[in-house]
């Protein structure tokens, strides 16, 4: 790529990763163009409405759209003509045995395939398997008999650059990011893509060094699911000891904090709870555990791991019903609904799991979350079983406890005073952890929380 300073990037897939990765490189001044196949979607975005919670994205996306560093489009053609750096972003949901499916890359490969008729680079930004970017490049390279390209001329090269961005913080993570993955088989691009990222590390004030990591495309690849597994693996290791603190009446917390201050464990994703939900998570754990089987490597530990996981919806529920006797008549508050704080995203959620088993025993429930009522209506539709509260207190009202299920800040920052003064009876059950539990004692609750016996 000859003159790197007009650089023009096309990213194909506007959802979670996409739009906050496109609406990221416009702001470090490049020309970017979204690529999105959902015409409805595509307009929205296009009129500076973005079709999800995420914190900063709509004030990047009406900045952008003013500063024409970012536009729109639904002609992938169009895009590729005008790009020399074709971004990947679309999703690669579960399959029924829990691979990968990337029928979706596959897809956009064969589009950009019959669109491309000069050099490209194209970025894999999806989490996929790996040997996935392979498959790509064998697609997209059929292009050298269909555009009638010399053979000793270079079409396409692809790069591994996968996502690190966790959904709610998704623009703090694309602007302070911990490590950026670069997996490349030719390194010969190595330039183009350190001028890529050039103004990111200028904003950040960190070298090249320290801050992009440079690997092959299939060490990229794993990189990311293992990644994925291992925090998911911290989870479920502190949500098996919370059983044996609940069983022997210690405190995990306890445990946690004393564990996590080797710096060989760290105090991250060592919190006990009611476990891990949303999209990635789940799913790329599912995936790693099949590439493992693909590939002949017993992935029995990580199996583990997710049995763990998702048994904390019965081991939470048992809780409940445990300290509350014949729920028949019982009216509970649900605090929380979303996977985790600062979205609306139901994907996954364990709180969700939770609701629908309270709703088929047809307990009363009074839910509220700050983001994503709009979303559980539209699961639940119309349920007797259900009311949707206006705040924490609203939900509280004449309840005979309260189920903590996202760790939203404000929850913490009730009037605990007055929270009891509109209860039943003052129970709360805290499957996050999250609550300061002197402070519930000495305003009369009875507190349950975790793996804190």
């Known amino acids: 790529m000859d003159n790197k300073t007009t650089m023009t990037l096309a990213v194909f897939g506007l959802g979670h990763v996409g739009l906050p990765t496109a609406l990221g490189f416009a702001d470090l001044g490049w020309n970017v163009i979204g690529v999105e196949s959902d015409k409805i979607k595509a307009e929205s975005i296009a009129n500076g409405y973005v079709p999800f919670n995420e914190d900063g994205v709509e004030f990047l996306l009406r900045t952008h759209l003013r500063s024409k560093k970012f536009s729109v489009i639904t002609d992938t053609k169009v895009a590729v003509e005008q790009a020399n750096i074709l971004f990947m972003c679309v999703a690669t949901p579960s399959d ?46 059929e292009a050298n008999l269909k555009n009638e390209i010399q053979s000793n001329e270079k079409l396409v090269d692809v790069v591994v650059i996968p996502e690190f961005l966790r959904e709610g913080k998704a623009v703090d993570d694309f602007f302070n990011p911990h490590r950026i993955v670069i997996g490349l088989d030719d390194m010969n691009l190595k330039e183009t893509i350190v001028e890529l ?15 992009l990591v440079f690997m092959d495309t299939r060490s990229a690849e794993i990189s990311k699911h293992a990644a994925n597994a291992f925090l998911a693996t911290k989870l479920s290791f502190i949500n098996m000891i919370s059983d044996l603190c609940a069983k022997v009446g210690a405190n995990v917390d306890s445990v946690s904090r004393a564990i996590g201050m080797d710096p060989r464990i760290g105090a991250d994703f060592l919190q006990a709870g009611i476990g891990y939900g949303g999209e990635c998570l789940p799913k790329d754990l599912s995936a790693f555990i099949e590439s493992g089987k693909d590939n002949g490597i017993n992935f029995s530990m990580l199996e583990e791991v997710k049995k763990v996981n998702e048994d904390r919806v019965n081991v939470f529920i048992a809780k409940v019903l445990n300290h509350l006797d014949n729920l028949q008549d019982k009216t509970l508050a649900v605090w929380g609904l979303s996977f985790k704080p600062f979205t609306d995203d139901l994907r996954n959620s364990q709180s969700i799991k939770i609701l629908h088993n309270l709703v088929a025993q047809k307990i009363k429930l009074r839910v509220y979350d700050p983001y994503a009522m709009d979303a559980t209506k539209k699961l639940f539709k119309i349920s007797d079983s259900i009311t949707f509260a206006e705040s924490p207190m609203d939900a509280a009202q004449s309840s005979n406890a309260i189920l903590i299920l996202t760790e939203w800040p404000q929850f913490s920052e009730q009037d605990f005073a007055k929270v009891f003064s509109v209860m039943k009876t003052p129970l709360i059950f805290d499957g996050r952890n999250m609550l300061n539990f002197d402070v519930l004692i000495a305003n009369g609750f009875k507190y349950y929380g975790m793996g804190i016996g």
């Open 96 to 141: 029924e045995n829990g691979s990968a499916n990337i029928s979706q890359l596959e897809n956009l490969a064969f589009q950009l395939r019959d669109s491309i008729s000069s050099y490209k680079i194209i970025i894999q930004k999806s989490t996929a398997p790996v040997n996935t970017a392979e498959k790509i490049r064998n697609i997209l390279l």
């Open 197 to 211: 990222y050039r103004p990111l590390l200028k904003k950040i004030k960190k070298d090249e060094s320290s801050t």
